[in-house]
């Protein structure tokens, strides 16, 4: 694909003139796509490395989502502390930028952690508020993409009604 091998060009180009900063954002940009495409072991590597830089350089505001993409990460490998206090960061990071609300995409990492640690009940909090605010919009926006969540953790819960009212709707 003709985009992911421009960013692997600039992250190279990065890494060679020692451009930290823009290197530390592509790290993150690229992490966050790797997830989405099912590349988990090159997600968590290069999440990290980005957090790392992050944190080395001072940055408390990226427009990428190393944080995020990192937790997730972590949690499916059950580290859930690990996950918990990069969450946290993630959060600051958004409200750094002045975001106040949980935009989607972090509160279904924040799903994500807390089916990994097994937190049905927090799934459902999460995913009940995310019914309410926006209709259970996923995290690309597509309608009521909370339900899976939802639906699991309903029937993980015994909720077995509540399931079926919402895959019915």
């Known amino acids: 694909v003709p985009v992911v091998e421009i960013g692997w060009r600039r992250i190279r ?3 060679s003139q020692g451009a930290l900063g823009s290197l530390a954002l ?8 790797l997830a989405w495409l099912g590349d988990h072991v090159q997600a968590y590597a290069l999440a990290g490395e980005a957090v790392e830089l992050l944190d080395v ?13 990192l937790a997730t990460e972590l949690a499916a490998r059950g580290r859930h502390d690990e996950a918990a206090d990069l969450l946290a960061r993630a959060e600051e990071v958004t409200r750094a930028t002045g ?46 993409g ?10 993980g819960l015994g909720r077995d009604h509540d399931a079926r009212v919402l895959t019915d709707r």
């Open 57 to 69: 350089l001072g940055f408390r505001a990226e427009p990428g989502v190393a944080h995020e993409t």
């Open 13 to 15: 180009s990065a890494r």
């Open 99 to 144: 975001i106040e609300d949980r935009p989607p995409h972090l509160a279904f990492r924040f799903l994500a952690c807390a089916l990994a640690r097994g937190d049905l009940a927090e799934v459902v909090g999460i995913g009940e508020g995310l019914l309410r605010r926006d209709e259970g919009r996923g995290p690309l926006l597509e309608p009521l």
């Open 26 to 33: 592509g790290l993150s940009l690229a992490a966050g796509g």
């Open 146 to 155: 909370v339900a899976p969540w939802l639906v699991e953790a309903y029937a």
